[in-house]
């Protein structure tokens, strides 16, 4: 795990990054500013239980290419995971907070995650954890309103406007951030290699 000082506000941004694009330093950047992050692990996972693992590329090419567009230096690019043998989010963020009690986390993930995160592993448990923010994607914008983990966690939402003293709240509580949107996805980049 990268290294943090305590009283920092780090940002959880995980993902396969299969392969990795300008959307997704979109995402890292308005986190960074919108949520007044000291750091942002950008946390290259061996692989998603939800996803084929049939196209995705190697670790260390995702670890690379993730590299090489981290729009600040206050990203760490990290593939922690792989060498805990884990593929579950739920898991991660147990032993994330477990090592590191003094820090406050925030999970973020695109729009276009919402729609499914009831599908993840103890998904409820997760939205326990840490804060959550969630970063507007192309045609994923209404997914803040009609999706299961926003209507459950309806009563824990906290206004945008709110959004930099997210890392302060206690979990449940999470945000839908707008702002620029990237219309690039890896599935479409994968598809056009083809």
Known sequence: MPHVE????????????????QGHALVAELALQRLGLDQLWWMVTPGNPLKSRRELAPLAER?????????SPRVRVTAFEAAFGQSYTAQTLD??????????????????????FHRWQRWQHI??????????????????????????????RVDE???????????????????P???????ALRKARR
Do not use: C, Q
Request: net charge positive; glycine share 6%; charged share 20%.
């Open 6 to 21: 305590p009283g920092m506000r780090v940002g959880l941004f995980g993902g396969s990054f299969n392969p990795p694009h």
């Open 95 to 116: 032993r994330i907070k477990a090592r590191n009690p003094a820090i406050r986390f925030v999970w973020i993930m695109g729009a276009d995650n919402l729609r499914d």
């Open 127 to 156: 939205a326990r954890t840490f804060p959550i923010a969630v970063i507007d994607r192309p045609g994923a914008t209404l997914a803040y309103l009609s999706s299961k983990m926003a209507k459950t966690f309806d009563y824990a």
């Open 63 to 71: 670890i690379a290419l993730s590299e090489a567009i981290v729009p």
């Open 181 to 187: 949107r990237s219309s690039l996805s890896s599935t």
């Open 161 to 179: 406007d709110h959004a930099r003293a997210l890392a302060f709240r206690k979990a449940p509580a999470w945000t839908f951030i707008h702002g």
